[in-house]
């Protein structure tokens, strides 16, 4: 296992208090891949064995249906892990997943991580909590959807990825800005049209991925009123 990889997998959560010696125990051959755009990872209804962690790029998961189109149900990015199925021994993907932007990932062996799962406990509630975590993710997500404007969405999504701080930050938006339109709910040019309303609260933003924002605080009081319907409605 390289330092890269290493890296990778020591930022996400779920893998963040493993040894390196834990690590190279379930990580599978080989440990990582190149994504290349349109490369479909799995098909809904696959033996699940394997679970990809972004570094980069940009995978969709899809509800394949008979005669209908594919539905895309989420856009994964760095960070982020394909093939939650394989979190659970003899499963099967519930839905398919293809890398829409090229990108390269560090690939886990699912009954290798379920040995180790048996023999650690900690880590297994740890699992526990990250699982939690997602979910409550996609609550989120849901509710902006439905409850925000297009430019209150844009605007909590660029607070999650500053993190915490009040003052100046920048940002690399994870996606190329048509796929970014996607996750949020909204098309391209609604998007350019909510990253120019934001302009006034100090946020500025060019042709590429970097996104400077003047005041964090400030961006962040936009979102404070459905952060508070979150955390009183799903506790």
Known sequence: MNSDTLAVLTEHPLFEAMTP????????????????????????GDHADR??????GA????????????????????????????LMPDSRHAAAARVVQAGRAVVISGPALHRLLDGDFALTLQLIAVMAGSLRGQIREITE???QSTTERLASYLVTLAGDGDGRAIVRLPFEKRLLADRLGMEPATLSRAFARLREFGVETGRGDRVEIANLHQLRAVGDSLESLIEGGFA
């Open 21 to 44: 010696e834990s690590l190279a125990t379930v990580l599978d051959s080989p440990d990582t891949i190149d994504l290349m755009e349109g490369q479909v990872l799995f098909r809904q």
């Open 59 to 86: 995978v969709e998961l899809l509800a394949e249906r008979n005669d209908l189109p594919d539905e895309v149900l989420a856009r994964l990015g760095p960070g982020e892990f394909v093939g939650a199925n394989a």
């Open 51 to 56: 679970i990809y962690v972004l570094d980069s």
């Open 145 to 147: 959807l439905k409850l």
